[in-house]
């Protein structure tokens, strides 16, 4: 199967095109003012998708079958709290649980409502006939309440497609996720008829991920070993996303970021992206407590470094898969809202194109809160170009021939290096 640029933008738009429909018959059925968040279309594994889904919290809505031009299982699910506002706002006595049979009643006809809307708009976009069953309410919080063993064993076994939109309300907390995970074969016969030879192979974006995967992996033992932290990879998938709508896909909070732009065979951005909480903490775990606290000069520039270190880790590794050289530049400290530390990327990006796969990876601490996100945006003719002159053998002696480790050694808090540092330049700071 290979993967067409503007047949992805088809189904991105699909997806959007249904959620809109859904949000629009919200508004219709409830006193909420709803729009559309965020969609997303998901490259990404089953263990993913079982650990979203598994997360502890519980969930309320529908599960639908269907069939025909596109066939898999749709799900639309409410956090409890909404749920309950939902249910609440429909009908009258709602209980604390959206388990009574007038809650449920009004919560699974809302849901079939949204899922009409969602399924008539990838109708008018593919021009077909989708069947659906009727709709079967779920509630639970874990992954197996949703989805059975049989479906998890039907997706892609190394990159499952996944569908996902968010809904917000005006002025509500208000908690909605769309999954649409098609099944593997559906989702091939509506590229064979959407793509001609051009463009991706599955397989070798598959691989891709692979060796990101592995990058990550490497960047959060890495990590480990320079703030004695335990850390893991949280998350790991592939978005394929309009770049206007990247900017929603960031929390809308305070963030420290570290940018960089990389080129060469492979050309695109690498942003690091910490609260400030998660920042701090990285800074004390590896060299020190400052006596000002806060992120200033030394700050930075230790941040900046270990960002520089974990950029040239994941790039090495890609760049040893590919048999080519990727550079990057010096790195660039932000520290502000979290849509305008990514805008001046999208920028560079939109001259050249509208979408773009953004490769989203959350490593955090084992034991305690500490997070970093990476995104990689890659240029999209760059990434078509390079996968396509991939050789699927090299995938296999990358993961097992790993680049050399960069060293970085933590050392204790010296107040007078501090102050020797935050006057000086970048540079110095390797001397650590």
Known sequence: MKLNVNALGTFYEMAREGAGLAATRLNSMSEFESRVKVTRLHFTHRSEIRNELDDGSEKVGIRVSMDGELSGTSLLLFDHESALSVAGALVDDVDDEPTNELATSAIVELCHIMNSGFVDGWADVLQAEIDVDAPEYVIGDTAGAFIDEDEFGNMHEELALVFQSQIETTGTEFGFEHYLIPEHESIARLFETQTDDEGIEYEKLAGFDQMAQHGATRVAENLSRMTGIEMDVDIRRINFISLDAIPET??????????????????????????????????????????????????????????????????????????????????????????????PLIVGLSEVQEFAFVFDTRIHA???????????????????????????????????????????????????????????????????
């Open 250 to 343: 960031v929390p809308n909070e305070p963030l420290v970021s570290v940018a960089f732009s990389f080129s060469g065979t492979l050309g695109g951005y690498l942003l690091f992206l910490f609260d400030p909480e998660s920042a701090n903490e990285l800074v004390a775990a590896t060299v020190g407590d400052s006596p000002g606290g806060g992120l200033g000069a030394f700050e930075q520039d230790a941040i900046k470094e270990l960002s520089n270190v974990m950029t040239s880790g994941l790039l090495d590794g890609w760049a040893n898969m590919l048999d080519a050289t990727i550079d990057h530049s010096t790195p660039a400290y932000s520290h502000d809202m979290g849509a305008a530390v990514v805008d």
């Open 366 to 432: 084992v034991d305690r809160e500490f997070d970093v996100d990476i995104y990689a945006i890659p240029d999209e003719t760059d990434l078509e170009a390079a996968l396509d002159r991939l050789d699927a053998r090299r995938i296999d002696e990358s993961l097992s021939h790993d680049v050399e480790e960069t060293e970085f050694e933590a050392r204790e808090f010296d107040a007078d290096l501090v102050e020797e540092i935050a006057a000086g330049t970048f540079e110095e700071v390797e001397e650590l």
